[in-house]
């Protein structure tokens, strides 16, 4: 069985400064690693996604992820955000051979002008 | 239009009454799942489906009960509702035959207030 963590329920930062959201797995097998975005009242959209391949992963709206086996991390990161960014972010993990995707419990997100 | 759409997106029901949450795809999916999201706890599997004949339990499926009508149609029942339902219900949608990496679409939500 898989299973996600994510460090941080709340991270507030100012407009324009970096940001990383933190994310860690647990897993016996390999995975496949997933962002999704929850914008205020609307369903999830996927931010990036990693399957296989490079460990640098990037997605929209400027954001990245890194893959790190060795510490079985996950983690977002992006490097001026902006107002719009504010919003609830989901990792999620599935293991390969597995039919599911296991969710953490989200980070909210909010951006100071 | 949108891919996949729940109805209604908004509903208040009372203590005991039966509810039905329904959830439409055009993306030709074969896979389809329900969701519900508390706060601080993420999403939570109820129930999910991988074919018209195929329904499977989830990690808090007790209370619930789904029906797949057609390859895009999957809806999600709460026979007697009672207040700890009250939550934000997601549909979602995935295709297995994309090298293995099912990406979930998601629908826009159904919030439920359970009085």
């Known amino acids: 069985a898989q299973s996600v963590t994510q460090l941080d329920s709340q991270v507030p930062v100012f407009e324009e400064a970096p940001v990383e959201l933190r994310c860690n797995y647990s897993s016996s097998v390999s995975v496949y690693l997933f962002w999704y975005v929850q914008y205020p009242n609307q369903g999830l959209q996927l931010l990036l996604k990693?399957?296989?391949?490079?460990?640098l992963v990037k997605g929209i709206n400027g954001f990245e992820a890194e893959f790190n086996k060795s510490q079985t991390s996950f983690h977002l990161r992006k490097p001026s955000v902006h107002i719009s960014d504010t919003a609830e972010y989901f990792c999620?993990?599935?293991?390969?051979?597995?039919?599911?995707?296991?969710f953490g419990q989200g980070t909210r997100l909010t951006i100071n002008p | 239009d949108a891919d996949v759409t729940q109805t209604p997106r908004n509903r208040i029901t009372k203590t005991g009454k039966r509810i039905m949450l329904e959830c439409s795809q055009t993306?030709?999916?074969?896979?389809m799942y329900w969701y519900r999201q508390d706060p601080g706890l993420g999403l939570q599997l109820i129930y999910y489906?991988?074919?018209?004949?195929?329904?499977n339990k989830g990690e808090i499926s007790d209370g619930y009960s789904v029906s797949r009508q057609a390859q895009a149609k999957f809806s999600l029942s709460l026979e007697s509702a009672i207040p700890n339902q009250t939550a934000l219900y997601f549909c979602a949608t995935s295709d297995p035959t994309g090298g293995g990496n099912n990406e979930q679409f998601f629908g826009p939500g159904t919030r439920l207030t359970v009085l």
């Open positions: 990693y399957l296989s391949g490079s460990t």
């Open positions: 489906s991988f074919d018209v004949k195929d329904i």
């Open positions: 999620a993990v599935r293991g390969q051979g597995a039919q599911k995707l296991v």
């Open positions: 993306k030709g999916h074969d896979r």
